[in-house]
């Protein structure tokens, strides 16, 4: 063998060897530092939440993806973060659905569902199911110029009220504040009076008796402390707060990640997922426990009041209006997506 022959097999097998070095010792070639933006603490259920992924997606990439989380909106509000990502802000944050009801339009639809599943399990598998059967809803993100990456939920739907509330006839008359206008409907519905207030002010409202009650997620009001000024608890936990709380990934930056990058972030997806499972069963165990001994009153909804809520006139009228003001703004079909959204959630609550 020549010498430059010998000195190409040299040169061929030196990187024959790091390639193979680089497939089993360092899959990772280059750290990465990502930005993320929330408008959570890092000391709550939600925070916890976010916490969980990034803890799992640094560890899928063996430290390679450095994650630097701005809690409290310490970098952008939260209804500021949709278009922050898209512009390049911060290359991940939280997205509220409801933040965004023209952007998001179709996604806000999982509001005219009051009625899913139960378990975490389910929820969690219904989130991941109405991605994959109503593409439209992966479209919208995409064309804020992100991708979804991960998804969790919050825990189910709770009234505090400044007086006894037993079953739903106790709502009659009672000034309740909910945030969603779909809410505000079903209340109405219920024969409560419907109040739109600020999230800050609800505390005051309620030990001012400006409002009667409010009606949230029961991992809310207790955050809140929003059960210490009405200290009567209608909850209910077959009526699912359906939106899912969701982190993205601005999609140059993603699509500027390694394969094995991408690859941590599809990992750390299903991690996160399994160990908030039981963050989010203790959760609501402990916040009925502490309310328990504050010596609040807490009242778990029948079967029956569950069933008179989620088949009021006014869910089927809420549909109708989304879908009106859907095909208004361009939705070729927005019937067809709100039977994807029923299909799923009646799948994921006989599961």
């Not at 990439?61 to 970098?75: F, N, Q, R």
């Not at 006014?314 to 109708?320: A, G, I, L, P, S």
């Amino acid at each position: 063998m020549t010498f430059h022959a010998k000195f190409r097999f040299s040169m061929s097998a030196a990187a024959a060897c790091a390639a193979f070095a680089a497939g089993t010792t360092g899959a990772f070639a280059e750290s990465v530092t990502l930005s993320f933006a929330t408008n959570t603490a890092p000391n709550n259920m939600r925070g916890e939440a976010e916490s969980i992924f990034i803890e799992e997606l640094e560890k899928a990439s063996d430290g390679e993806i450095k994650v630097v989380p701005y809690w409290g909106s310490a970098l952008m509000e939260g209804s500021e973060i949709l278009g922050g990502v898209r512009d390049g802000v911060a290359d991940m944050g939280f997205i509220n659905i409801n933040y965004y009801p023209n952007q998001l339009l179709l996604n806000s639809a999982y509001n005219l569902f009051p009625k899913g599943p139960s378990t975490y399990e389910n929820i969690a598998w219904a989130f991941d199911q109405m991605y994959e059967k109503v593409p439209e809803l992966n479209a919208e993100f995409e064309g804020q110029g992100q991708r979804i990456v991960y998804k969790y939920g919050v825990t189910p739907y709770a009234g505090a009220f400044k007086s006894p509330v037993a079953n739903l006839e106790d709502l009659k008359g009672l000034r309740v504040r909910a945030a969603s206008r779909w809410y505000l409907n079903l209340l109405k519905g219920a024969g409560a009076t419907p109040v739109s207030m600020p999230w800050g002010d609800v505390y005051q409202g309620l030990q001012t008796n400006a409002i009667d009650g409010v009606f949230t997620n029961i991992d809310g009001i207790h955050r809140a402390s929003l059960d210490e000024a009405a200290q009567n608890v209608f909850f209910m936990p077959d009526l699912w707060l359906a939106i899912p709380f969701i982190i993205t990934i601005n999609e140059d930056k993603y699509q500027s990640l390694s394969d094995a990058h991408k690859e941590a972030f599809a990992t750390a997806n299903a991690a996160a997922r399994e160990r908030f499972s039981s963050v989010w069963d203790s959760t609501i165990k402990d916040i009925l426990k502490a309310q328990e001994e504050a010596g609040y009153t807490i009242v778990k909804a029948s079967a029956d009041d569950v069933e008179t809520f989620t088949s009021l006139p006014d869910v089927q009228t809420n549909q109708e209006i989304w879908a009106e003001e859907a095909k208004a703004a361009g939705v070729e079909n927005p019937a067809k997506i709100l039977e994807g959204f029923e299909t799923v959630i009646s799948e994921a609550i006989d599961r």
